[in-house]
């Protein structure tokens, strides 16, 4: 692999952090969630939110009363009597808000997993969001910046995976295999990955530091990292950078109310990878 520039290596990475930490702490992320509870055929109360909430299984239904408070976060009107929306799988809608001075602190998502309705509370005012103050990484380390090899399959295949919640199932649409070397190894690793926009490429893995100790060292159960779109040299090969120092955590490491796709079963590294983001222990 070509050398780069080890200061324009270390800016970019900085620059690069001081992003993830920003879409980290937006408004209504994934910092800010309270709660999941799935919906029921019949209208009942739910945890963290006003109202009587039900599905059919194709619908999703909230009833409530003008004093609840609640209004629509689309059009900001109020909820008085019942309204609907209808999701597909793995669609997600902020419904529905309430509380605090402006009536915005907590916006209600609904969203459909597993083909199931279900409720998260995103709260402005919940602490894992207001006392972030940034993911904790290793330090940069240029030899886990690799080139990688990518084989694509002849047709993408669907691989059925677990997730952060035990009674969602995911699926991972695995496009072709990277192929690498990581430093003291003489064999190589073989990761499955995804296709994302543009061509671009992400895996989502395990490795060695994955809830390791000493906990200064540990990294949350699975990590994911993306490449741009594959270069094709004149002989038709495929390669991309694979930036180890990029690796970044699922949302379920933030929060215990994540639906996050967890690695096909071949993506763990018998490597301790002590580059990108580390457990954050928010909860």
Known sequence: MPQADPEAQLAR??????????????????????SFQWLDGRPAAVELAPGLWSTDGTTAFLTAAASGGL???????????????????????LWVQYGGADGRQVVVELAMRANKYAVRTR????????????????????DLVVEASFHPYPEPVDVP?????????????SVGELVFRLPGKDHDFHL???????????????????????????????RKVSTARPRVDALG???????FNRAINYPSAFTPYG???????????????????????LF
């Not at 990475?13 to 309270?34: D, H, I, K, Q, V």
């Not at 207001?130 to 990484?137: I, L, N, Q, R």
């Not at 671009?200 to 490795?207: G, K």
């Not at 090969?237 to 930036?243: A, M, P, S």
């Open 13 to 34: 990475w900085r620059r690069f952090r001081t992003s993830r930490n920003a879409a980290l702490a937006s408004e209504y992320g994934w910092l800010t969630l309270t």
């Open 161 to 173: 995976i677990g997730t952060a919640n035990p009674l969602v199932d995911g699926v991972h649409r």
């Open 71 to 93: 209004t629509l976060v689309e059009t900001g009107e109020p909820v008085e009597g019942t309204v609907s929306a209808a999701l597909a799988n793995e669609e997600s809608l």
């Open 237 to 243: 090969n495929r390669t991309v950078i694979l930036d």
């Open 123 to 142: 709260d402005s005012e919940s602490p894992v969001f207001t006392e972030f103050d940034g993911v904790p990484t290793f330090g940069y380390r240029p």
């Open 192 to 222: 499955q990955a995804e296709e994302e926009k543009l061509g671009a490429l992400t895996v989502t893995f395990h490795d060695e530091t994955n809830g390791a100790a000493p906990p200064e060292l540990a990294t949350a159960e699975w």
């Open 259 to 281: 639906t996050c796709p967890m690695p096909v079963k071949n993506n763990s590294l018998d490597y301790r990878i002590e580059a990108g983001e580390k457990e954050p222990a």
